[in-house]
């Protein structure tokens, strides 16, 4: 067991001799509690962002899409403005706990990183109807061209 333990002890030297950071193990993995890149805390700004506005958007313009037609009810997840409405408030909750609780996404538990992959689930189901309708306009408009061709 004692030779297991040193190889791996320099290994661990060798890596931060090759410019690894501190937290970095030898299987390449993060340690527990250690700060994680920008990059995803960044995109997890965004998702908490984008469920705000779905919150705003579900809450002033939700039943105008449920109504008016089969298009527009994919935004809504087929009609559901209120079911989108609270699955966007409640990601948009957990995110923002999760920020307070993680200094801005910048550290991290296992039980913090559970919550943050639950928080997202939720909000990309959330945000699912939006991105489709947006994608379907845009695809009509390129198959279609122009809807109103004299203006």
């Keep these: 067991m004692s030779i297991t333990r040193a190889s791996s002890l320099n290994r661990r030297r060798d ?3 090759a410019g690894a950071p501190d937290n970095q193990r030898h299987d390449g993995l993060i340690q527990v509690g250690a700060r994680m890149a920008s990059r995803p805390s960044m995109s997890l700004w965004f998702v908490m962002a984008a469920d705000l ?8 313009v939700g039943s105008w ?19 989108v409405l609270v699955l966007a408030a409640i990601g948009f909750a957990i995110l923002a706990t ?4 993680t200094d801005g996404f910048t550290r991290s538990t296992p039980r913090l990183s559970l919550a943050r992959n639950v928080a997202c689930i939720i909000s990309v189901v959330a945000l699912t109807g939006l991105l489709a309708l947006i994608l379907a306009g845009l695809l009509s408009r390129i198959l279609f061209g122009r809807l109103r061709p004299g203006i």
């Design 53 to 60: 506005a779905t919150v705003i958007w579900m809450h002033t």
């Design 15 to 17: 890596l931060r001799a």
């Design 98 to 101: 999760l920020a307070i609780l």
């Design 65 to 83: 899409l449920d109504r008016t037609s089969k298009f527009t009810a994919t935004a809504t997840l087929g009609g559901h403005h209120i079911v």
